[in-house]
């Protein structure tokens, strides 16, 4: 039986993130090319999608590429390349009729340009829904997008359009990725493949995020594994500094 009956739908969290991690070891032990992982990956997405939708998740964000990805074989980097801009040509139809807004808080400027166009055509298609954003870390990295958040806030301090004593948390919250596209912290980060790290991903928004770490390797991940995943989270207590009796 679906574990799904047990989740309190009261208490799902708005923004689920996922590190989609174990692709290539998922191919290798199938005796295959670490692309098939990735396009078995892709199933995932969709199904993990559609769970998320199920549980009324509003915000579902997918680290798909970071900035240290390029560091991979050429041969693995263009096939993913290749495998995204496919999957979101595939698919835009789709999520556009089932109510998905997608973005991407990636770089886009630096993806190959036909990648770039397939993503604003569909970001473009998609604007107008709000059933559930699926969120796309595309070239994306925490201190990429760190680094770009210091540069900006430099710079409005120096054309006097913003002054120093008037920065705080919510100020430096606003220059990030994700605050400008109205996207919240998120309350759950999910990784796959049995490691322990976070790889660089939302690392000013995940400071009171409840961590999920499970050994299915991504291409396994099922609806049933996120609902797991919920109830886990809904097991916990989140205090944000507080003590228990505070939280009465
Ligand atoms: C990590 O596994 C996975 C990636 C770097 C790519 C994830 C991308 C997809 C699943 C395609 C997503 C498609 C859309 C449309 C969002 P790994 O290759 O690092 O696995 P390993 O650690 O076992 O080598």
Excluded: C
Aim: net charge negative.
């Amino acid at each position: 039986m679906s574990v799904f009956s047990d989740i309190d739908l009261t208490n799902v969290p708005k923004h689920i993130a996922i590190i989609m991690d174990g692709n290539g070891r998922w191919a290798k032990k199938q005796g295959q090319m670490r692309l098939h992982g990735h396009s078995v990956g892709v199933e995932s997405v969709r199904g993990t999608l559609k769970a998320a939708q199920k549980m009324g998740v509003k915000y579902l964000t997918l680290y798909a590429f970071s900035t240290e990805n390029w560091n991979r074989p050429k041969e693995e980097v263009d096939g993913l390349m290749k495998l995204l801009v496919q999957s979101i040509s595939n698919e835009v139809e789709e999520l556009n009729e089932s109510g998905v807004r997608m973005l991407n808080i990636g770089d886009n400027s630096q993806l190959p340009v036909d990648a770039q166009e397939e993503l604003e055509s569909a970001m473009k298609r998609t604007e107008h829904n709000d059933n559930i954003h699926l969120v796309l870390a595309l070239n994306y990295s925490s201190r990429w997008e760190i680094t770009r958040a210091m540069t900006e806030i430099a710079q409005d301090v120096k054309d006097n359009k913003l002054d120093p004593s008037a920065i705080n948390d919510e100020v430096v919250s606003s220059y990030m990725a994700t605050a400008k596209s109205g996207i919240p912290d998120p309350e759950l980060l999910i990784r796959t493949s049995g490691e322990y790290r976070i790889s660089n991903f939302l690392l000013w928004q995940i400071a009171y995020t409840e961590f999920h770490f499970t050994d299915i390797l991504w291409p396994d991940f099922r609806d049933e594994d996120l609902f797991k995943a919920v109830l886990d989270y809904q097991s916990r207590e989140r205090r944000f500094g507080q003590i228990t009796e505070q939280l009465k």
